[in-house]
């Protein structure tokens, strides 16, 4: 297994959470880790992305000032910090890394993880 998300859950509007992925294997040296997310009955989305090295981030319009994704690379981890949820955000949560860095927007990721739900009640 090279990455398990954990964190999700049921949250209200307004209110916050925190995902986590923990990294195993080559996943947890990939040069970029990201967060994807797929609400039911629409195509999977770019959310954030971050480097090995957590120099660099990336953010979807939709979630910029309300998300931060952060690392700490001596626990394997990965975290994407949300606030101020919408119903929108309502969707499975996906972290996914890539052993090469993105020079365009992409979601070829070499390693997925099995998602996590996160659920926004308005």
């Known amino acids: 297994v090279q990455l398990v998300e954990s964190g999700g859950g049921l949250v209200q509007a307004g209110g916050s959470l925190r995902l986590s992925c923990a990294a195993s294997g080559r996943a947890a040296s990939s040069a970029v880790t990201g967060w994807f997310r797929q609400a039911q009955g629409k195509e999977r989305e770019f959310v954030a992305r971050i480097t090995w090295s957590g120099d660099t981030t990336v953010y979807a319009d939709s979630v910029k000032g309300r998300f931060t994704i952060s690392r700490d690379n001596a626990k394997n981890t990965v975290y994407l910090q949300m606030n101020s949820l919408k119903a929108e955000d309502t969707a499975v949560y996906y972290c996914?890394?890539?052993?090469?860095?993105?020079?365009?927007?992409?979601?070829?990721?070499?390693?997925w993880g099995q998602g996590t739900q996160v659920t926004v009640s308005s």
């Open positions: 996914a890394a890539r052993q090469t860095m993105v020079i365009v927007p992409t979601d070829d990721y070499d390693y």
